[in-house]
């Protein structure tokens, strides 16, 4: 099937009306644009232009071949307009995933504000613990804590994410408060499992040190708000990141422990395919995300 293009000569042709004056506006010459006609026609199978010396004139098959061609070249245009205006305006349908409990607390009230700001755009969030693969998933974006599970992926930092101790005041009046990483051997650790954490061990820095405790417990779970309710029972203590447990500090529910030593950072990213930041959409997406939640590692 002949494409917009293969036909615009054609519209030269009726616009300046004659085969040398087109071939002079399209910088070619008249004998090539000849031949161009002769097998457009026989391609069709019918004759567009009666022509002589000294006219040219439209057949009626050649009236209808124009009038379409330029519907069609124009709609064409149209189309690649707001192609390219998608590159300025960000439009469409944005699909995100994001962490359970991060995206029903954080994630989705950024999306809900994002949509306010750009309401040409349409936004599916779909929240899981275990992160989908953006290309298999037909994802735009992803936000993530950690390392990036894609290959061929890239990543915007949107904030550092601090992680501590914390254990609720009731845990440590009755098993007492650790001094230094290897206390916690002789204490109840509740463990969030997770695929990038090696599975119970608790790695340390403080200054120049570094220290690896293998941590025991009674209680381990995949869901990060279950391990958070066990510790404001006061069944142990749990690792969490700071965005989150900060709410805690301020009403005493938990404690941090071994406040000066470094936990791992688990870093937050907005994760997306190479080269889909160059649309509008995600720019849009991304430089909203790293402002409104640039605040997640602070207490």
Same mark, same amino acid.
């Given at each position: 099937?002949?494409?917009?293009?293969?036909?615009?000569?054609?519209?030269?042709?009726?616009?300046?009306?004659?085969?040398?004056?087109?071939?002079?506006?399209l910088?070619?010459?008249?004998?090539?644009?000849?031949?161009?006609?002769?097998?457009l026609?026989?391609?069709l199978?019918?004759?567009?232009?009666?022509?002589n010396?000294?006219?040219?004139?439209?057949?009626?098959?050649?009236?209808?071949?124009?009038?379409?061609?330029?519907?069609?070249?124009?709609?064409?245009?149209?189309?690649?307009?707001?192609?390219?205006?998608?590159?300025?305006?960000?439009?469409?349908?944005?699909?995100?995933?994001?962490?359970?409990?991060?995206?029903?607390?954080?994630?989705?009230?950024?999306?809900?504000?994002?949509?306010?700001?750009?309401?040409?755009?349409?936004?599916e969030?779909?929240?899981?613990?275990?992160?989908?693969?953006?290309?298999?998933?037909?994802?735009?974006?992803?936000? &993530?804590?950690?390392?990036?599970?894609d290959?061929?992926?890239?990543a &915007?930092?949107?904030?550092?994410?601090?992680?501590?101790?914390?254990a609720?005041?009731?845990?440590?009046?009755?098993y007492?408060?650790?001094?230094c990483p290897?206390?916690?051997?002789?204490?109840?650790?509740?463990v969030?499992?997770?695929?990038?954490d090696?599975?119970?061990?608790?790695?340390?820095?403080?200054?120049?040190?570094?220290?690896?405790?293998?941590?025991?417990?009674?209680?381990r779970?995949?869901?990060?708000?279950v391990?958070?309710?066990?510790?404001?029972?006061?069944?142990?203590i749990?690792?969490?990141?700071?965005?989150?447990?900060?709410?805690?500090?301020?009403?005493?529910?938990?404690?941090?422990?071994?406040?000066?030593?470094?936990?791992?950072?688990r870093d937050?990213?907005?994760?997306?395919?190479?080269?889909?930041?160059?649309?509008?959409?995600?720019?849009?997406?991304?430089?909203?995300?790293?402002?409104?939640?640039?605040?997640?590692?602070?207490?």
């Amino acid at each position: 099937m002949a494409q917009p293009a293969d036909s615009s000569f054609f519209l030269a042709i009726v616009k300046h009306g004659s085969i040398s004056a087109a071939a002079r506006a399209l910088g070619v010459s008249p004998p090539a644009l000849s031949k161009r006609l002769a097998q457009l026609e026989e391609r069709l199978g019918v004759q567009l232009l009666h022509r002589n010396t000294r006219a040219m004139n439209l057949t009626q098959e050649g009236q209808l071949y124009y009038d379409r061609t330029s519907q069609l070249n124009a709609e064409f245009d149209k189309l690649e307009q707001d192609v390219m205006n998608r590159r300025f305006e960000p439009s469409g349908v944005l699909r995100v995933n994001a962490p359970l409990n991060f995206g029903r607390v954080r994630a989705a009230p950024m999306i809900s504000a994002f949509v306010r700001a750009y309401p040409k755009l349409e936004v599916e969030l779909i929240l899981s613990d275990h992160p989908y693969s953006l290309i298999e998933g037909g994802f735009d974006a992803a936000i &993530r804590f950690g390392a990036m599970p894609d290959s061929g992926m890239r990543a &915007r930092r949107i904030a550092t994410n601090r992680r501590h101790l914390w254990a609720s005041p009731a845990y440590l009046a009755e098993y007492g408060t650790p001094t230094c990483p290897k206390d916690l051997i002789q204490h109840q650790c509740i463990v969030v499992l997770r695929s990038d954490d090696t599975y119970g061990v608790w790695n340390f820095t403080r200054g120049d040190i570094m220290e690896n405790v293998k941590i025991h417990g009674s209680l381990r779970c995949n869901d990060s708000e279950v391990a958070l309710a066990w510790a404001l029972e006061g069944q142990g203590i749990l690792m969490r990141s700071a965005w989150d447990t900060g709410r805690y500090a301020r009403t005493d529910e938990l404690r941090i422990v071994l406040e000066d030593y470094a936990l791992p950072n688990r870093d937050l990213y907005v994760v997306f395919p190479d080269g889909a930041a160059m649309s509008a959409k995600m720019r849009a997406f991304i430089d909203f995300a790293v402002e409104h939640l640039s605040d997640v590692g602070r207490t």
